[in-house]
C-alpha cells in the first residue's frame, strides 16, 4: 500500500521559515494537499493541489511537490502556526496521509 | 456555510457493525463537482483515509479497510453513511465527515464524533 512519511517534529524560532516534508513514492505525480490540526479541532487545509492556497490561509503558507517529495513552507512563523501538520496524497482511485509532524514554534 | 455534523452510536461491542451518518447543511450534497469522505483519528495518532462516494454513487476505498468499509449516500436526506464490519478494539477513533473537491483538499469537515469499541 502507498506511504507518505514525514518527519515527527520540526521546531522553528518566530520570524524563521519552517519547512515540512512529505516523501513518498513518485509522490510528484499525484496531488498534495497539506492540513493543519490543532489540539481538539478538526484539520484545515493549507495547501492544495500542490501549491494553492485557500481564501483566508495566510500567504506564508505555500507548497511544492516534485519528484518523491512534497514540501511545506512556513515563511515568518508565528505562534499561532504551532499545530500538528498532515500532507496528503491524492489521485482518482485512491487517497493516503501522511503520519503527521508536529510544529514547535519556540 | 457548509456544515456537516457526524451522528451515531458511540459505543459499540467487538465485531458488530459501527455505523455512522454525516448530515450536510447550507448546500445540497448533490451541487457541485464534489465527494464525500469518511476519516478517523484514533486518540494521539494521525489521520486515515476511509473511502469515499460521490453523488453518482461511485465509491474508492482504503484499502487497507476496503473489506469492511461500505460507503452510502441519501441525496434526499442530504446524508451519507459509514458502515464498519467486525470491529475491533483498533478502530476505536474519532470520526470525521469531509466534504472533498478535485485534487483531494477537504475544505468543510464536521466536528468529528467518537467512536469507542469496546464490550
Known amino acids: 500500500s502507498y506511504e507518505l512519511t514525514q518527519p515527527p517534529s520540526v521546531s522553528v524560532s518566530p520570524g524563521q521559515t519552517a519547512s515540512i516534508t512529505c516523501s513518498g513514492d513518485k509522490l510528484g505525480d499525484k496531488y498534495a494537499c497539506w492540513y493543519q490540526q490543532k489540539p481538539g479541532q478538526s484539520p484545515v487545509v493549507v495547501i492544495y493541489?500542490?501549491?494553492k492556497r485557500p481564501s483566508g490561509i495566510p500567504e506564508r503558507f505555500s507548497g511544492s511537490n516534485s519528484g518523491n517529495t512534497a514540501t511545506l513552507t512556513i515563511s515568518g512563523t508565528q505562534a499561532m502556526d504551532e499545530a500538528d501538520y498532515y500532507c496528503q496524497a491524492w489521485d482518482s482511485r485512491t487517497e493516503v496521509f501522511g503520519g503527521g509532524t508536529k510544529l514547535t514554534v519556540l | 456555510q457548509v456544515q456537516l455534523q457526524e451522528s451515531g452510536p458511540g459505543l459499540v461491542k467487538p465485531s458488530q457493525t459501527l455505523s455512522l451518518t454525516c448530515t450536510v447543511s447550507?448546500?445540497?450534497?448533490?451541487?457541485?463537482?464534489?465527494?464525500w469522505s469518511w476519516v478517523r483519528q484514533p486518540a494521539g495518532k494521525g489521520l486515515e483515509w476511509i473511502g469515499r462516494i460521490y453523488t453518482s454513487g461511485s465509491t474508492n476505498y482504503n484499502p487497507s479497510l476496503k473489506s469492511r468499509v461500505t460507503i452510502s449516500v441519501d441525496t434526499s436526506k442530504n446524508q451519507f453513511s459509514l458502515r464498519l464490519s467486525s470491529v475491533t478494539a483498533a478502530d476505536t477513533a474519532v470520526y470525521y465527515c469531509a466534504r472533498g473537491g478535485y485534487g483531494g483538499w477537504y475544505d468543510y469537515w464536521g466536528q468529528g464524533t467518537l467512536a469507542t469499541v469496546s464490550s
Open positions: 493541489q500542490d501549491t
Open positions: 447550507g448546500g445540497s450534497i448533490s451541487s457541485g463537482n464534489y465527494y
